[in-house]
């Protein structure tokens, strides 16, 4: 079992839909959670990160975080052309505190 | 500031050459990551420095790769030698602090051939 999962996608949605992004990971002690967006060719940055249960918004996006059932997702509104990239998510591996990333979920929006 | 700076971008070289990626993290930032990403295996961390000590180099995954850190502005990752299935995308990313956001620099394109 990897230790952070996320679908591969692609995901399409059309231009003012909500996207949802899901991750689920395996060390149930971990505390922080992040989304990192990555366009193709390019660096990730970090969008949005999420240490307790519940909502988390800011602006278009929202992180939800399940730690009972070990379960991230982002929720993207209004998902505009521009959203279109990789979504990576991260968790802080408790034992050595390291970032370890999920292989990403592709998203695209079409106009 | 400049951000994370890494170089040379990109790098194509012969299987069995050295091969060495550059990094100058964020003025400031004391903790430096090395991360390799391919499609198969996505973002993996390599090592990781604090302070120009190395922490944990349990991702590193062979001999053939080793990492300094000589001072506080500058790394270097090195592979020797080099084989094709070490083609992938490396990057640096620098924190003030570890658990502090990671912020990545724009990553060298390596393909061994």
């Known amino acids: 079992q990897k230790e952070v999962e996320q679908n591969s996608g692609p995901l399409s949605v059309p231009e003012g839909a909500i996207a949802s992004l899901n991750c689920t990971y395996s060390?149930?002690?971990?505390?922080?959670f992040f989304w990192y967006r990555q366009y193709s060719g390019k660096s990730p940055e970090l969008i949005m990160f999420?240490?307790?249960?519940g909502d988390k918004e800011d602006g278009r996006f929202t992180a939800q975080l399940n730690k009972a059932s070990q379960y991230v997702s982002l929720l993207i509104r209004d998902s505009q052309p521009s959203d279109s990239a990789t979504y990576l998510c991260a968790v802080r591996n408790t034992g050595f505190q390291k970032l370890v990333f999920g292989t990403g979920t592709r998203l695209l929006v079409s106009p | 500031d400049a951000g994370v700076i890494q170089s040379p971008r990109h790098e194509v070289t012969e299987m069995g050459q050295e091969v060495t990626l550059r990094c100058k993290p964020i003025?400031?930032?004391?903790?430096l990551f090395w991360y390799r990403q391919t499609m198969m295996r996505g973002l993996e961390l390599l090592i990781y420095?604090?302070?120009?000590?190395?922490?944990?180099d349990s991702g590193m995954p062979e001999d053939r790769f080793s990492a300094k850190m000589p001072n506080a502005s500058f790394s270097t990752l090195k592979i020797q030698p080099s084989e094709p299935r070490d083609s992938a995308v490396y990057f640096c990313?620098?924190?003030?602090?570890?658990?502090?956001?990671?912020?990545f620099g724009p990553g060298t394109r390596l393909l061994v051939l």
């Open positions: 003025s400031g930032h004391d903790y």
């Open positions: 999420i240490y307790s249960n």
């Open positions: 420095f604090n302070n120009n000590v190395p922490i944990d």
């Open positions: 990313a620098s924190s003030l602090g570890q658990k502090e956001t990671q912020y």
């Open positions: 060390d149930r002690g971990s505390q922080s």
